[in-house]
């Protein structure tokens, strides 16, 4: 008996590590901006131009179908009451 509780409490702890990490290590979801390309992009392919301009900063042209990818960040303290 001592032993099923144990194995139990075994399977438990290992669902809840492999449910937590799996659902934690998930990539966010690509949104795209627009579904059908950019307004004025039709029927226009190409790779992406990433260029470094002379102050540093990257530089991104010829983008057909832009996205955004939300950040989600975990609270490092809980919210304050108010």
Do not use: Y
């Not at 438990?12 to 799996?22: A, C, W």
């Not at 059908?36 to 992406?48: C, F, L, V, W």
């Not at 042209?61 to 809980?78: D, F, L, V």
């Amino acid at each position: 008996m001592k032993n099923l509780i144990t194995l139990q409490r075994h399977r438990v702890s290992f669902v809840f590590v492999f449910l937590s990490t799996t659902l934690h290590a998930a990539e966010p979801k690509e949104i795209l901006l627009w579904p059908n390309g950019a307004p004025g992009s039709e029927g226009k392919t190409g790779d992406e131009i990433v260029r470094i301009a002379d102050n540093g900063e990257h530089v991104l042209s010829n983008i057909h179908n832009p996205a955004s990818r939300p950040i989600c960040r975990q609270r490092t303290r809980p919210l304050a009451a108010q």
